[in-house]
């Protein structure tokens, strides 16, 4: 049964927690309800956790008025993850963001798995708040147009093979000569110069060059990739990034327009912040270490007694001391072999084993609720459907409902981070392709409906 909200309690000294909630939504406030959600049924001991567990869906998305890049203005011409995930980042906080698509192929992500019944739902999350057009850049009539749409422009996105712009007449020296404000980013697998520019480039070959897949496996195992295309993604959270350092050095400080050319090995490489300088100054290569952490004692991967997985770190010395405590091992703090972490790091198999031991013996709610009471950091091991039950997720409304024309409702993350003042939103997820030519064409270029019929009948669009 619901627990009605009670607002009359607003104020008062002893406020409800759900009210606290409800009003807040800042995360989960431990204890009990009030004496009249007591008296309509619940009891004293039912904790703010089980009621967001048994009540609290994800809230269905509602518009921020107040998105901080309202007015900026943003052609995503690139193509697949890296240059669509940043320029979805800025969409998500208000940028208008045009999404240029072949007319005939569509961006590559469309035709990524996950697609259920020919709808690409890896699309609908990173085309999400875009308006999307077709253009066929590599035609002369279709360059043409882009540089007319290129005017007046923030920002211009491409993710292509160096070189490509250039051939097709709208790369930076074309684009300047049309608006000298215009802020370039120009994503590559190996950027604008160097030996390896030609190369092609994705995420994984990124995360190769990098290191970093050389980081991920067991010591006596192969390199793994990580499953996912992080090396796209990192880079397109540095892409966002740098747009709104030259966004601020144009608008702030009377710049002008700029290039930024940003390779996707570059942006990972940036992630292994501390292995250049080990390498110069040890002359030692930090390698695989399988699920442990090389510097930080005890961390690995552990089994509950119901075949449930953890992780913890204990990366400082008191979260070590309070892990000690709660597994009835507090003599482990004074021990030498124990005592820090380099000691620690030195007999880190036999402090992991001794955690893993206590661990295994235990199911995984018990050993959360033991972690809980002694301020351990830890985690279990989140699959999708974990996350979509997790109170944490919901009381946070870290996903959010979005309606769909394909799909009649979708769950997506919601907006990361959480402002005070200027929130962002999800207003509406990916769109089929060409659904936004007429507006754009038309309304906002010019057109006339036969020209449209022309551009569409010639394949220009």
């Known amino acids: 049964m619901a627990v009605p909200i009670n607002p009359h309690l607003e104020g008062s000294e002893d406020r409800c927690q759900i009210n606290d909630y409800r009003l807040s939504r800042l995360g989960l406030f431990p204890g009990t309800l009030c004496i009249e959600c007591d ?43 890296a240059a669509p995930f940043a320029t979805v980042l800025l969409a998500d906080f208000g940028a208008d963001v045009i999404k240029i698509e072949h007319p005939k192929y569509g961006d590559g992500q469309r035709k990524l798995e996950p697609i259920m019944n020919g709808i690409p739902l890896w699309w609908k999350s990173v085309a999400r708040n875009k308006r999307c057009i077709t253009l066929d850049l590599g035609k002369p009539e279709g360059a043409a147009i882009f540089r007319r749409l290129a005017k007046g422009k923030d920002v211009i996105v491409e993710n292509y093979r160096p070189g490509t712009f250039e051939k097709w007449g709208i790369g930076p020296d074309a684009l300047r000569a049309v608006d000298p404000r215009i802020i370039m980013l120009r994503i590559s697998g190996f950027g604008q110069t160097g030996p390896y520019k030609n190369r092609a480039g994705f995420g994984r070959v990124a995360e190769a060059m990098s290191g970093l897949t050389n980081l991920i496996g067991e010591p006596d195992g192969p390199p793994m990739s990580p499953g996912y295309p992080l090396g796209d993604l990192i880079a397109g959270i540095f892409g966002s990034l740098s747009v709104m350092m030259a966004l601020y050095h144009r608008d702030m400080r009377g710049g002008e327009g700029q290039v930024i050319d940003l390779a996707l090995y570059e942006a990972v490489f940036r992630f292994l912040d501390f ?62 072999k124990f005592i820090d972490n380099p000691a620690r790091v030195e007999n880190s198999i036999e402090c992991n084993g001794i955690v893993g031991a206590w661990i295994e013996q235990h199911t995984r709610d018990e050993v959360i609720a033991q972690f809980d009471q002694y301020g ?52 509406f997820l990916g769109r089929k392709l060409g659904a936004d030519n007429e507006e754009i064409y038309c309304n906002e270029l010019g057109m006339s409906q036969d020209e449209l019929t022309e551009l569409k009948r010639s394949g220009i669009i």
């Open 376 to 427: 351990v950091a830890y985690s279990a091991v989140f699959d999708m459907e974990d996350a979509f039950r997790d109170v944490q997720y919901r009381a946070r409304e870290a996903m959010v409902r979005v309606p769909d024309p394909d799909l009649g409702e979708a769950i997506v993350q919601n907006v990361v981070p959480k402002f005070s003042a200027t929130p962002g939103s999800v207003d």
């Open 275 to 336: 292995d250049p300088i080990q390498y110069d100054q040890m002359k030692t290569v930090h390698m695989r270490t399988g699920n442990r952490v090389a510097y930080v004692a005890p961390s690995s991967m552990f089994k509950t007694k119901d075949g449930k997985y953890l992780t913890l770190a204990a990366s400082t010395q008191n979260v070590w001391e309070r892990l000690a405590e709660a597994i009835g091992r507090k003599e482990l703090i004074t021990d030498p």
């Open 39 to 81: 008296e309509r049924g619940r009891g004293k001991t039912d904790s703010m956790a089980d009621y967001i567990k048994e009540h609290y869906d994800f809230p269905l998305t509602t518009k921020s008025a107040h998105k901080p890049l309202t007015g900026v203005r943003v052609i995503d011409a690139g193509n697949m993850v």
